[in-house]
């Protein structure tokens, strides 16, 4: 019994010993803001707004900032705060070429961002054919041409969403209603435009290219989706919206590294990789472009 005593005293002593110490805190980051503005000519000015600190921590909205839009170095107003980090100013638009200037702050980061919209851009016509692709088969083929200015160095991007019915069947069968959906489709291509861009190995649903390959004037992509387009028991197409945007060099690069670190994130054996914004100091883009569009509809 004393040996029993013994030993539950000393186990006591010992837990007695064990104290609880609280972890030094890890240096909290400043929050940083996290900043996004895709300006359009002709279109309303918006921006989305919000902070970051830790990988853990929620990322808050920022309806409290002061953002200055200028307009070849012209003050056309501040944004107005409309909720939840969005932020709109309806006045005054931009058009190609004009330069841009955003200053913004708020009661923990001050930051501003310069850039040009970048020329218009234009798609003069898209013809289309259903051809023998080598190796694939039927194809649905695309020779799409457009006119920019030869005086830029233009970067673009390009893809083709389809507009179709889906049609829904009962448990014996019968076709009893349809759901309108839109899609991505992936495209294809042998042109230089397809190959000269690494980033394009990571997505299918867009191409992003520059004007090396073009003269300047009249530029000529053919591309194909190996996508069925026509009529068949799952569905409809209705339209085709083939989309050609004309980007600064900031979008451009956004959209590429995007591309890499969504492909990335998708594979076990890859580390995702860092998306390229110009938010000095923080995350996001600010950015300009221009873009045409031209429709191709099916019976």
């Known amino acids: 019994m004393k040996k029993y005593n013994a030993f539950f005293v000393l186990g006591f002593m010992l837990l007695s010993c064990v104290k609880e110490y609280p972890l030094k805190p890890s240096g909290k980051m400043q929050p940083l803001p996290v900043f996004h503005m895709f300006l359009q000519p002709d279109s309303l000015i918006a921006a989305q707004y919000s902070h970051a600190a830790d990988i853990t921590d929620k990322i808050l909205d920022e309806d409290a900032a002061s953002i200055e839009i200028y307009k070849n170095n012209i003050s056309l107003g501040t944004m107005t705060a409309m909720g939840k980090g969005i932020y709109n100013l309806v006045a005054n638009k931009f058009s190609p070429r004009d330069s841009y200037w955003i200053k913004s702050k708020d009661m923990v980061n001050v930051f501003s961002v310069r ?16 051809n023998i692709v080598a190796g694939i088969g039927p194809a649905f083929n695309f020779e799409l041409k457009f006119t920019d200015s030869a005086a830029d160095n233009n970067t673009y991007r390009l893809w083709v969403k389809r507009h179709y019915f889906e049609y829904v069947y009962n448990k014996d069968g019968q076709k009893i209603d ?77 959209y590429n590294t995007r591309n890499a670190h969504l492909w990335q994130q998708q594979s076990i054996s890859q580390l995702p990789g860092f998306i390229l914004g110009n938010i000095p100091g923080g995350y996001g883009l600010v950015g300009g472009f221009t873009i045409s569009k031209r429709i191709i509809g099916f019976e």
């Not at 300047?216 to 945007?245: A, D, M, P, V």
């Open 115 to 130: 850039g040009t919209i970048p020329s218009k851009i234009q798609i003069a016509s898209v013809d289309t054919i259903t």
């Open 178 to 254: 349809s759901l309108f959906k839109t899609e991505s489709l992936s495209i294809f291509g042998s042109d230089l435009s397809f190959l000269q861009n690494n980033f394009n190995n990571y997505t299918s649903k867009e191409i992003l290219f520059t004007d090396a390959t073009f003269n300047g004037t009249l530029k000529k992509l053919k591309f194909y989706t190996t996508q069925y387009l026509y009529l068949n028991s799952l569905g409809r197409t209705t339209k085709l919206e083939i989309i050609l945007e004309n980007m600064d060099v900031n979008m451009f690069n956004y």
